[in-house]
T-cell receptor, first 111, second 112 residues
Framework: QKEVEQNSGPLSVPEGAIASLNCTYS??????FFWYRQYSGKSPELIMS????GDKEDGRFTAQLNKASQYVSLLIRDSQPSDSATYLC???????????FGKGTLLTVNP | DAMVIQNPRYQVTQFGKPVTLSCSQT?????MYWYQQKSSQAPKLLFH???????NEADTPDNFQSRRPNTSFCFLDIRSPGLGDAAMYLC???????????FGPGTRLTVT
């Protein structure tokens, strides 16, 4: 079982729709969870961090964490073509100062 | 604005010719990381520094070395680049290694 798993996609949604991105992780001691957006040829950009169970909202983005089920998700409301990118889920166990990345989900928002 | 800066943004080197990539930060973060990312893959951690303490990943080739002369700067040295080392090299920083990591813009390395 991979440490951090994401559906590679591509996930295609129409403009204005809600995009839902999911991530599961295998290590129960994981403490910190992050979503990065990466445009083609660019570096990852942090868009959300979440540390405790529940929802965290920032503008059009909502991160959801469920430690019992070991999943974290990202919802993008009112999706825009500019949201088209690869979204990387990253998990920090807290014991070694390192992030474990999923392979990323490619999101395409169609005008 | 506080930031992570990488130079150069694009580097072309010849097979076997040593190359050095640099990273600087104005965030005053304790931890600095170097990642290698190839097309359609997740970033792969090469090593990191917590302050002056160096931590090498077990599968990082000996061809890759790093230096952190002070809090603000970190360098990646590739002693004898091979064609397989062509990639985007990303520098990232974290205040304490437990929170967010912030990435620089990356250096795209081409090996001819």
């Amino acid at each position: 079982q991979k440490e951090v798993e994401q559906n590679s996609g591509p996930l295609s949604v129409p403009e204005g729709a809600i995009a839902s991105l999911n991530c599961t992780y295998s290590d129960r001691v994981s403490q910190s969870f992050f979503w990065y957006r990466q445009y083609s040829g660019k570096s990852p950009e942090l868009i959300m961090s979440i540390y405790s169970n529940g929802d965290k909202e920032d503008g059009r983005f909502t991160a959801q964490l469920n430690k019992a089920s070991q999943y974290v998700s990202l919802l993008i409301r009112d999706s825009q073509p500019s949201d088209s990118a690869t979204y990387l889920c990253a998990v920090n166990k807290g014991s070694n100062y390192k992030l474990t990345f999923g392979k990323g989900t490619l999101l395409t928002v169609n005008p | 604005d506080a930031m992570v800066i990488q130079n150069p943004r694009y580097q072309v080197t010849q097979f076997g010719k040593p190359v050095t990539l640099s990273c600087s930060q104005t965030l005053n973060h304790n931890v600095m990381y170097w990642y290698q990312q190839k097309s359609s893959q997740a970033p792969k951690l090469l090593f990191h520094y917590y302050d002056k303490d160096f931590n090498n990943e077990a599968d990082t080739p000996d061809n890759f070395q790093s230096r952190r002369p002070n809090t603000s700067f970190c360098f990646l040295d590739i002693r004898s680049p091979g064609l397989g080392d062509a990639a985007m090299y990303l520098c990232a920083t974290s205040r304490d290694g437990l929170r967010e990591q912030y990435f620089g813009p990356g250096t795209r390395l081409t090996v001819t």
